[in-house]
């Protein structure tokens, strides 16, 4: 085979496709965001940016439930709000090793969801809807009753996670630590979608009967599907606690939930990519609209009902090559 063969054999390889192109282009965005917003003067929006990556990660763990496994539950900020108190806890105990902080929030959420997920699994549609609320608003009220940790008024860190090499005192090598997170949860997402782990999960998310009929119990995949999105939602949490310093019951309320949701669908369900603009496109509404006024959420809702009635893929479709 001549040279001009093997290069031609090998770069169709190497052409990224149009989700791959908006991934690259959405990293480059945040990795560049913090010394051009510095230069310009807008020291605060990199905050923006900061927090909506983190929102964006959450948002990434539940893209992956409810997008990609059809699994539409309403208590996924439980799972931030245990990442953040893996961290709150320990520090307050005056425990600062940052992999315990991790560890802990690994290790608590994915038990969460694989104790949670499989009772909730059980059901579907909206029972399932029901029974995730219920368990993340008895984590919400269970940290409320602790008062040891401040009960509802929440609880100040007076240190951040330590790290033998990064300081996450400094905000720049946290929002970075963010970003590489981020990369990775998308890269997580992009493989899963694509194994064949993956392609059971979107057979069983069509049809569970055929699913079974061709040989496989979706209900493990379901579930182990399930554990993934809370452990990644978790480590949203887990930075989330050491961005803000402060955590507090209100991060795993409903409410929140909700706001996560509107992320997802905002952003494009079933999208790689989605969830992360979602996030962005949320906060920086947010920031205009409240800007105006205090009933932001109303018109917030009215472009959520335009943004879904308009586009399939949500704002994801308005990018090149983002409608499917």
Known sequence: MTTARVTRSIRPRLRLSAEGRITVALIAVFLLAPPILEALGEPFLTKVFHRAMILGLAAIGLNLA??????????HAAFIGLGAYAVGIPVHYGYENGFLHLACAVVGCGLFALITGAISLRTRAVHFIMIT?????????????LDEFGGDDGLVLY???????????????????????????????????????????RAAKGSERRTRTAGFDPQP????????????????????????????????????????????????????????IGAAAFLLIEEVLSGFTVYWQ???????????????????????GGRP
């Open 66 to 75: 409810l997008g990609f496994g059809g699994l539409i539950g309403f208590g």
């Open 221 to 276: 995949y379901f579930l182990t599907l399930y554990v993934i999105s809370g452990i990644i939602t978790g480590v949203a949490g887990f930075l989330l606690a050491n961005f803000t310093d402060f955590i507090t019951p209100e991060m795993m309320a409903w409410t929140r939930s909700g706001e996560l949701l509107f992320m997802v669908i905002l952003g494009g369900i079933a999208t790689i990519t989605g969830p992360l």
């Open 133 to 145: 609320l219920a368990f993340g608003q008895m984590a919400y009220f269970l940290f409320v009753s």
């Open 159 to 201: 240190a951040r996670s330590r790290f033998p090499v990064l300081d996450f005192d400094d905000d720049r090598h946290l929002y970075y630590v963010t970003l590489a997170a981020v990369a990775a949860a998308l890269a997580l997402t992009r493989r899963i979608t694509r194994s064949r782990f993956g392609l059971v999960i």
């Open 298 to 320: 109303f018109f917030f809702g009215l472009l959520l009902i335009a943004v879904v009635l308009a586009f399939r893929n949500g704002l994801h479709s308005l990018l090149p």
